[in-house]
Each structure stands twice: as C-alpha cells, then as structure tokens.
C-alpha cells in the first residue's frame, strides 16, 4: 500500500490534477475573501457617509450641493427611463411567450398573466431596473469621480475642509434610491405591456389580461417591491463613488474604477436580494 | 535644516507666533516608505519660499505633506502657530487652519463641471453666512486679481493651461488665505505668462503680506521670486542646504544644489 501511494505520487498525471485542484482551491478562498472584503469595505463607506451626513446635516455643505440634485437624479433617472422600459418590455414578453409555448399545451395559457405579473413586481422590475442603474448611472459615478481624483480635484476638495464623500457621494446615492424605485414602476409597466402583446396572439383582452396579472399582486408586495428598489439604488449609487473615490493613479485607473463599480453595484445588490428573499421566507414572507 | 532668515516682509510675531510654516523631524511617504528624512523647515511670515530638488526628490510629497494630503509618516507640521498635522493624527483644529491656506495644483485641479466663477465659490462651500451674490462678486474680483475678469462665464476646458493656473490662483485666494501652496506655477508656460505669474505672487506678498510656499524648477521664476529656498536631494533623502537662491547657486558647500543652480547634469555635478 506504501508503494502503491508512492507510485502514485511520482505520476505526473496524478500531481498536475493535484496542483490543479490546488489552484482551484486558492482560487476560490481569494475569490471568497475578496468578496467578504469587498462587502465590508462597501458597509465602511456606507458607515462614513451616514457619520459624514449627520455631522453636516445642517451645514451649508448639504444645502449647497441641492442644487446639483436635479442634474445628478435627471442622468441618473430620467434618461434612463427608455432602456429600462425597452429592456422590461422585452423580458415582459420573453417570459409571456416561454411559458405560453408550455402552458398552452394544458390550455392554461391565461395563467401567463398571473406569472408575469407576479414575476414582475415582486422581483424582475427592481432587478431589471438594478441592472440598468448599475450599468449606466454606478460606472458613470466611478468614472467621473474617478476622473475627479486623477486630476487632483479632489485633493484640491480636501485642501478646501471639503469632503468629498459628503460633497460628491450623497446626492449620488440619494439620486439612486429615489430613481431605481421610478426606474422599476416603468419596467413593470413595460413588461406587463410585453406580457399582453404575447397574450394578445391567444386572442385575451387588455382587461382581462390586467385583472389576471394582479389576481395575486397586493399593495404590500408593490411597496416592498419599491422599497427593495429605494434600497439597492443607494447601494448601486454607494459603489459606484465608492470605487471612484478609490481610483488610484493614471487614466487606466479610471478604467478599473469603473469595471469594479459595475462588478460591485451588481453583486451587492443581487446578494441584498438573496438576502432578503431568504429573511422574507423565514419570517413566512415567501 | 536650518531656520530661515526672515526678509521682513511678514508681520512677524505680532500676531503670536513667527513661522508661518515649520516642520519638526518630518519623514514624508507614501506607503511606510520615507522619499525625505527629518525635513526641518522654518518659513517666516511673508515670504517666499521655494521647495527645489530634482525630479523624484520628493518635494511635491513635501507639499503634500504641508497641506495635509498625505500624512506624516513621523514628526509634525505647524501651520501659523498651530499643530496641523502629526504622525499618527490630525490635528482637532485642522478644519479651521485648512480655510487660512490657498493651494494651488500643479494641473491647476478646476473642477471641469463648473465655469471659473462657479470654481471660486467651492471654498466658500464650509463657510456659512454669504450670500450668492457675495459670494460670486468675491470670485469675480479674484479672478480680476489674476487677469481672467472676462473669462468668468467660461469652463476650465474653454481656457488655456496658463489660464487655468491663473483660475487656480484665483480659487486659491478666494478665501484671503494667510499662506498660499503652489505646485510648479510656471511649469510649461511660455516667459512672459510666466513672468505674469511671477508678479503676481510678488504683488500678493507686497500687497497681501502672504506667505507663499511654491515647488518649483523654473531657475528665472526662482530667482525673480523667492527670498529663500530649501533644496531637497534624491540620493541621500534629505534637505541639504538652505538659504536665498543666489547664496545656494554661489557658496552653498554641496555640489548637488550648485549643479542644480548651474545646470550641470548630475553625473558632472556630482564630482565637482
């Protein structure tokens, strides 16, 4: 048996899968690291900017910056209004024509509006709007501040007692959680509109399709569904200037700053769902 | 490094205190890793005061330092009689000594989202009790100071690189600052906006009484302004010798900062 173990250990087959196993293994527990630091490096900011917030809340430097609010909420809302109900629309239809194909063999394709509905305002139109924020508005944030920074504006801010977290990040992040809510109600409509263009085809009414999509959808799910929108569009928001305000030396930086913003806005607010998916279930949520 | 002599043209130390700009055993660097050693400065009210020293020597990191960028990685920086920075910490009053400075970047650093008048009133972003109107008359006025009275209106991109040194001048001179940080202020410009600068710094001393601290490697800049200056070396990572510009070109005993003075490369100097 010695021998045999032996012999196997000198199989060069036998270590390249080891080393690659090896590999693997490193891979994964930097990978894991990497996004434990990454979560706690995110709720830090989030720590300073509500310290930062509350010690100047009456301050001319939270009064000030109001005036940019619109600017900021205008690029990162309003314009993204027309991709996000174009993206809704489509996953509207996709999911309508997807299960219509199955559920019409059982002649049950009536129940393609309950799905969309349900699908769409309790999880999709928030998720599709999280998308769209995260890949427009959090990668312009870090760009732009990444830009800022590699132009020593934002050393030339600090010189000035100005900080940057209150003065750049906030109305960003307040932007984000009032758009991402507004940004969701439209890819709802929109993807309900994708729903009934598909239903339309099995010869169903806008009434009815209407009545059927919100047969199980209350009020509370649409409140928590914008809330969870409110939520994700301040962390989407919060990455995006945090990994700006972190952008290190030279245009290339830039370019990274903004990759890690889209990166982290994403899987921040995807495992803030799975989250609250799975504290919505235990507290019988479903 | 030794005290600097005074020129007089400070208030010296009727309002309590001498320097306006002084370092104890200052180590400066980025990352644990020293670029200067025991940086010892002493810089009287209303004077000059020119950072020299090859390129990499550090003294950009010097500045840094002075106006509380980076932080020391030992000693202390005193700013008009008040600890400002210190290893370890920052100073509890730090806020109100950072509204008595003016800095001025190398790049010039405007905000390229606002016009020059809307630049000039980002300062005044900490400091409750003026009006816009105010407020933008005061820009306005700056930018007269520095020739850029009908630019206002104009974006950091709509102007040249010597007009957005002048804006950052005026932005840093909004808040009648006690001591004014420059970065290379005439690096790439042509002489005679250069020599514009040049005046005006001299102008802000005369007329302001205001202590200016600039990096620099413009030799004609250096001697039309500065009543002393520090030279920083590479090799040894220390400040080697400092005094008026033209003691340092004529006696200084290192032939590093005469080389520097007399534009001998460095192998050449370094053997004299």
């Given at each position: 048996?010695?021998?045999?173990?032996?012999?196997?250990?000198?199989?060069?087959?036998?270590g390249?899968?080891?080393?690659?196993?090896?590999?693997?293994?490193?891979w994964?527990?930097?990978?894991?690291?990497?996004?434990?630091?990454?979560a706690?490096?995110?709720a830090?900011?989030?720590?300073?900017?509500?310290v930062?917030?509350?010690?100047a809340?009456?301050?001319?430097?939270?009064?000030?910056?109001l005036?940019?609010?619109?600017r900021?909420?205008?690029?990162?809302?309003?314009?993204?209004?027309?991709?996000?109900?174009?993206?809704?629309?489509?996953?509207?239809?996709?999911?309508?024509?997807?299960?219509?194909?199955?559920?019409?063999?059982?002649?049950a394709?009536?129940?393609?509006a309950?799905?969309?509905?349900?699908?769409?305002v309790?999880?999709l139109?928030?998720?599709?709007?999280?998308?769209?924020?995260?890949?427009?508005?959090?990668?312009?944030?870090?760009?732009?501040i990444?830009?800022?920074?590699?132009?020593?504006?934002?050393?030339?801010?600090?010189t000035?007692?100005?900080?940057?977290?209150?003065?750049?990040?906030?109305?960003?992040i307040?932007?984000?959680?009032?758009?991402?809510?507004?940004?969701?109600?439209?890819?709802?409509?929109?993807?309900?509109?994708?729903?009934?263009?598909?239903l339309?085809?099995?010869?169903?009414?806008?009434?009815?399709?209407?009545?059927?999509?919100?047969?199980?959808?209350?009020?509370?799910?649409l409140?928590?569904?914008?809330?969870?929108?409110?939520?994700?569009?301040?962390?989407?928001?919060?990455?995006?200037c945090?990994?700006?305000?972190?952008?290190?030396?030279?245009?290339?930086?830039?370019?990274?700053?903004?990759?890690?913003?889209?990166v982290?806005?994403l899987?921040?607010?995807?495992?803030?769902?799975?989250?609250?998916?799975?504290?919505?279930?235990?507290?019988?949520?479903? | 490094?030794?005290?600097?002599?005074?020129?007089?043209?400070?208030?010296?130390?009727?309002?309590g205190?001498?320097?306006?700009?002084?370092?104890?055993?200052?180590?400066?660097?980025?990352g644990?890793?020293?670029?200067?050693?025991?940086?010892e400065l002493?810089?009287?009210?209303?004077?000059?005061?020119?950072?020299l020293?090859?390129s990499?020597?550090?003294?950009?990191?010097?500045?840094?330092t002075l106006?509380?960028?980076?932080?020391?990685?030992?000693?202390r920086?005193?700013?008009?009689?008040?600890t400002?920075?210190?290893?370890g910490r920052?100073a509890?009053?730090?806020?109100?000594?950072?509204r008595?400075?003016?800095?001025?970047?190398?790049?010039?650093?405007?905000?390229?989202?606002?016009?020059?008048?809307?630049?000039c009133?980002?300062?005044?972003?900490?400091?409750?009790?003026?009006s816009?109107?105010?407020?933008?008359?005061?820009?306005?006025?700056?930018?007269?100071?520095?020739?850029?009275?009908?630019?206002?209106?104009?974006?950091?991109?709509?102007?040249?690189?010597?007009m957005?040194?002048?804006?950052?001048?005026?932005?840093?001179?909004?808040?009648?600052?006690?001591?004014?940080?420059?970065?290379?202020p005439?690096?790439?410009l042509?002489?005679?906006?250069?020599?514009?600068?040049?005046?005006?710094?001299?102008?802000?001393?005369?007329?302001?009484?205001?202590?200016?601290?600039?990096?620099?490697?413009e030799?004609s800049?250096?001697f039309?302004?500065?009543?002393?200056a520090?030279?920083?070396?590479?090799?040894?990572?220390?400040?080697?010798?400092?005094?008026?510009?033209?003691?340092?070109?004529?006696?200084?005993?290192?032939?590093?900062?005469?080389?520097?003075?007399?534009?001998?490369?460095?192998?050449?100097?370094?053997?004299?």
């Open positions: 048996m010695p021998d045999k173990l032996k012999n196997e250990d000198l199989d060069p087959g036998n390249a899968s080891r080393h690659a196993l090896a590999g693997v293994a490193e994964t527990g930097r990978a894991v690291c990497a996004f434990f630091f990454g706690a490096s995110l830090e900011f989030c720590g300073r900017l509500v930062a917030t509350f010690k809340a009456f301050s001319r430097s939270i009064r000030s910056r005036p940019d609010f619109p900021v909420f205008a690029r990162a809302g309003a314009e993204a209004v027309p991709v996000t109900m174009l993206v809704g629309f489509l996953l509207g239809f996709i999911i309508a024509y997807m299960s219509a194909a199955m559920l019409n063999r059982f002649g394709e009536i129940y393609v309950n799905l969309v509905g349900l699908a769409l309790k999880e139109g928030v998720i599709v709007a999280a998308i769209v924020l995260s890949a427009r508005s959090a990668s312009a944030f870090a760009a732009e990444g830009t800022m920074s590699v132009n020593d504006e934002l050393a030339a801010m600090r000035m007692g100005i900080d940057p977290v209150l003065y750049l990040a906030l109305p960003r307040v932007a984000g959680a009032l758009a991402l809510p507004l940004l969701s109600l439209f890819a709802d409509l929109a993807g309900l509109v994708g729903g009934w263009l598909t339309s085809f099995f010869g169903y009414s806008a009434k009815i399709f209407i009545a059927k999509a919100f047969e199980f959808c209350s009020a509370a799910d409140a928590t569904s914008l809330a969870k929108g409110a939520v994700f569009g301040g962390v989407i928001a919060a990455a995006g945090k990994c700006g305000l972190e952008t290190g030396l030279g245009s290339d930086a830039v370019g990274r700053a903004t990759t890690n913003a889209v982290s806005s899987v921040s607010f995807i495992a803030l769902d799975g989250l609250y998916a799975i504290l919505a279930s235990v507290a019988g949520g479903g | 490094m030794g005290e600097m002599d005074s020129t007089g043209h400070g208030a010296g130390a009727a309002r205190f001498e320097f306006a700009v002084e370092t104890f055993g200052l180590d400066v660097g980025y644990g890793r020293a670029v200067q050693f025991g940086v002493r810089v009287r009210r209303g004077q000059i005061f020119v950072l020293g090859g990499g020597c550090g003294k950009s990191t010097v500045m840094r106006v509380g960028l980076v932080p020391p990685l030992r000693g920086v005193a700013l008009l009689g008040e400002f920075a210190e290893a920052e509890d009053d730090a806020a109100a000594i950072r008595r400075i003016g800095v001025m970047f190398q790049n010039g650093a405007l905000f390229g989202s606002k016009t020059l008048l809307e630049n009133a980002v300062p005044f972003e900490t400091l409750p009790g003026r816009r109107r105010e407020i933008a008359e005061i820009g306005r006025e700056k930018l007269a100071d520095v020739g850029l009275a009908d630019f206002a209106d104009l974006y950091p991109a709509q102007i040249s690189g010597g957005q040194k002048r804006a950052a001048i005026a932005r840093a001179l909004v808040l009648d600052p006690d001591i004014l940080f420059l970065d290379e005439s690096a790439g042509d002489p005679v906006t250069s020599a514009g600068l040049d005046e005006l710094i001299l102008r802000l001393r005369d007329e302001r009484r205001m202590t200016v601290v600039m990096v620099s490697h030799l800049s250096i039309a302004v500065a009543d002393n520090v030279f920083f070396d590479r090799t040894t990572r220390t400040a080697l010798d400092s005094g008026p510009p033209a003691r340092l070109r004529d006696e200084s005993p290192y032939p590093a900062v005469r080389a520097f003075f007399n534009r001998i490369p460095e192998s050449t100097g370094r053997r004299t």
